[in-house]
Antibody
C-alpha cells in the first residue's frame, strides 16, 4: 500500500525550530519529487516547498524562504522539513505529498507556534 | 504568488451537474497544462481528483471532469451525489517553478 506518514509536529514558541519528517512506503521513493503543503486552521491549502527526486531542484514559497529547508534521504525513504524562526502564522497542519501533482498525501502533522 | 480565484461556494441538487471555476494568470493556469483539482472532506487529507487539466487518477469517478480555457480552469461534477459534499481546491504550476493553490470552494449538496 502506498503510504506517507508525517511526524514531528507539536507546540513551539515563536522564534523556535522544528523538524518534520515524512516516511514513505509502498512505492519507489527515489523516483518521485515530493512536496510540503500546509493548511492553517479553517483556511485553505498553501504550497510550502518542493524537492526533485535527486534533490537537484528545490523550491520554496516566498512566505518560508530563508527560514525553512526541505531535504530528503532516498536511502531511508524519508522527506524532511527543517523549520526555523517560526512565527504564529506558520501554525498549520503540514502535509507531505508525492509527485508534481501531489497524487498521494499523508494524514498531516499539526504545528502550533504560540507563546 | 497570489492564490488562484475560486468561488467560495457552489451548490446543487442530487443528480445535477455543477462547475467550479479557477482563475489565474498567464503565469500559471494560462501558461501550463499542469492544473490539478483536490477534494477535501472535513478533517481529512486532500485527495487528487484531476491532474494535468483533465486527466483522472485511477479510482476517481468519471463524474469528475476538468477543462481549461485561457487563464481559467474548471472542474465539473456530473450526477451530483451526497458524498461529493466537500471543499475543492485547484492548483497550478507557475512560471517561477512554484505551485499555487486556489482559494477553495465549498460544495453543498442540497
Amino acid at each position: 500500500e502506498v503510504q506517507l506518514v508525517e511526524s514531528g509536529g507539536g507546540l513551539v514558541k515563536p522564534g523556535g525550530s522544528l523538524r518534520l519528517s515524512c516516511a514513505a512506503s509502498g512505492f519507489t521513493f527515489s523516483s518521485y519529487s515530493m512536496n510540503w503543503v500546509r493548511q492553517a486552521p479553517g483556511k485553505g491549502l498553501e504550497w510550502v516547498s518542493s524537492i526533485s527526486s535527486s534533490t537537484s531542484y528545490i523550491y520554496y514559497a516566498d512566505s518560508v524562504k530563508g527560514r525553512f529547508t526541505i531535504s530528503r534521504d532516498n536511502a531511508k525513504n524519508s522527506l524532511y522539513l527543517q523549520m526555523n524562526s517560526l512565527r504564529a502564522e506558520d501554525t498549520a497542519v503540514y502535509y507531505c505529498a508525492r509527485g508534481y501533482s501531489s497524487q498521494v498525501w499523508g494524514q498531516g502533522t499539526l504545528v502550533t507556534v504560540s507563546s | 504568488q497570489s492564490a488562484l480565484t475560486q468561488p467560495a461556494s457552489v451548490s446543487g441538487s442530487p443528480g445535477q451537474s455543477i462547475t467550479i471555476s479557477c482563475t489565474g494568470t498567464s503565469n500559471d493556469v494560462g501558461g501550463y497544462n499542469y492544473v490539478s483539482w483536490y477534494q477535501q472532506h472535513p478533517g481529512k487529507a486532500p485527495k487528487l481528483m484531476i491532474y494535468d487539466v483533465s486527466d483522472r487518477p485511477s479510482g476517481v469517478s468519471n463524474r469528475f471532469s476538468g477543462s481549461k480555457s485561457g487563464n481559467t480552469a474548471s472542474l465539473t461534477i456530473s450526477g451530483l451525489q451526497a458524498e461529493d459534499e466537500a471543499d475543492y481546491y485547484c492548483s497550478s504550476y507557475t512560471s517561477s517553478s512554484s505551485n499555487v493553490f486556489g482559494t477553495g470552494t465549498k460544495v453543498t449538496v442540497l
